[in-house]
């Protein structure tokens, strides 16, 4: 089974690779932040794999896009990877220790809970950085314009990726998930 979540792990990763790409494709300037293409697999990938590969998942995935591709910027990686990182954590908690995969909308209501999360970690560090060290991101205004240019991602997110993560599970694919589920 390790070999089967690294792989599906690695696909999530090249997934958050490439979405931003193909999205920054159809010529708008700010695609990325209004789509958030980074955060379906981190999502996906969280509630499939469980929290430590969606921790690590949310960690890597901006930090290669950066390496890979200059994008996000070098000012945003630090805080894309806090707030990816609590999406992958606590989508991967909720789904699988909490066991919203039971529950009949479980999915969703990880990912909403997860996104709340990830932004309030994320408007965390930014008012740190902000306030106690002096750069200028912005602070919670940031935060607040970040979280409404993204609302179109936003409603990406709740429409795929609970319909992706229960067609994953009912297919099969990650049997442990649905033997975990059943045993609780």
Known sequence: MKT????????CLALSLLLPQVFHMIGMQQAG???LPMHLPVFIGGMLLGPIYGLF?????????????????????LFMMSE???????????????HFSK?????????VIAMIAGRVIYGIVISIAT???????GGIPA???????????????????????????KGGYFDEVVTATNKA
Do not use: E
Request: no cysteine; charged share 5%; glycine share 10%.
């Open 33 to 35: 932040s209004i789509f």
């Open 131 to 137: 306030y106690l060290f002096g750069i200028p991101l």
């Open 57 to 77: 998942l949310g960690i890597f995935a901006p930090l290669t896009s950066f390496v890979v591709t200059g994008m996000p910027a070098a000012d945003r990686v």
């Open 4 to 11: 089967k979540k690294l792989t599906f792990g690695a696909m």
């Open 84 to 98: 990816l990182a609590t999406y992958g954590m606590v989508s991967g908690l909720l789904f699988h220790q909490f």
């Open 143 to 169: 935060v607040i314009t970040a979280t409404t240019t993204g609302i179109p991602g936003i409603i990406i997110q709740l429409i795929f990726v609970p319909t992706i993560v229960m067609a994953i599970v």
């Open 103 to 111: 529950q009949k909308f479980g999915s969703l209501s990880a990912l």
